[in-house]
């Protein structure tokens, strides 16, 4: 069974300063792994995802992660944090077969500061 | 707007009714997911069609839930009986299925509150 470990129910950051969210995973097989924000009364949109290849990987709104099989970690950057990027943000995991189903984390939800 | 559309958007009904939600995913994408997002954690995942097909079932799919893709295009999602524990956003997500992976694109959601 797969699982995903998102440290820190809540984050909070000033503006212009890092961003550090992080997700550890459990998967018996290569997993895939994916970052999804959540804004009020929306659904969720894809940040960024990893599938196979370059284990950095960049997504929307400046954000990127990188895929650490020996830590497995996948945790999300961004190096300057915008008051807009307040919002909940979720990491999941799939297998490469089995539906394609996404598990995921408790979520983090980001404030951002002046 | 192309996107998936959910209806309705919010369902406020007593304990004991029965409710039926509706998702219509984006044209042409053969596969649909239903997944459940409690208040304070993730969405977990409920079942998926592949066009009319129903390929899988979570445990978390009671008897009392079922889903219809009837002509491959638009699922209903249908809660009998229902328990405060129901309350929750009931998400859906459409993706066409290729080679390697594919990407799911998510509805904005229909919340649920049982009184």
């Known amino acids: 069974a797969q699982s995903v470990t998102q440290l820190g129910s809540h984050v909070s950051v000033s503006e212009g300063a890092l961003v550090l969210l992080r997700c550890n995973y459990s998967?018996?097989?290569?997993?895939?792994l994916f970052w999804y924000v959540q804004y009020p009364n929306q659904g969720l949109q894809l940040l960024l995802k990893?599938?196979?290849?370059?284990?950095l990987v960049k997504g929307i709104n400046g954000f990127e992660a990188e895929f650490k099989k020996s830590e497995t970690s996948f945790h999300l950057t961004k190096p300057s944090a915008h008051m807009s990027d307040a919002a909940e943000y979720f990491c999941?995991?799939?297998?490469?077969?089995?539906?394609?189903?996404?598990?995921f984390g408790t979520g983090t939800q980001l404030k951002v500061e002046l | 707007d192309t996107g998936v559309s959910q209806d309705p958007r919010h369902k406020i009904t007593k304990r004991g009714q029965n409710v039926t939600f509706r998702c219509d995913p984006i044209s042409e994408h053969n596969r649909l997911y239903w997944y459940r997002q409690t208040l304070g954690q993730g969405p977990e995942f409920l079942t998926y069609f592949q066009n009319e097909a129903q390929l899988e079932k979570s445990r978390l799919l009671s008897d009392r839930f079922s889903a219809e893709r009837p002509k491959g295009s638009f699922s209903t999602l249908e809660i009998q009986r229902t328990e405060q524990g129901d309350s929750a956003m009931y998400l859906c997500?459409?993706?066409?299925?290729?080679?390697?992976?594919?990407?799911?694109?998510f509805g904005p959601g229909t919340r649920l509150t049982v009184l």
């Open positions: 990893y599938t196979t290849g370059a284990t």
């Open positions: 998967s018996s097989v290569p997993p895939y």
């Open positions: 997500a459409s993706s066409l299925v290729l080679a390697g992976y594919n990407e799911q694109f």
């Open positions: 999941a995991v799939s297998d490469q077969g089995g539906g394609n189903k996404l598990t």
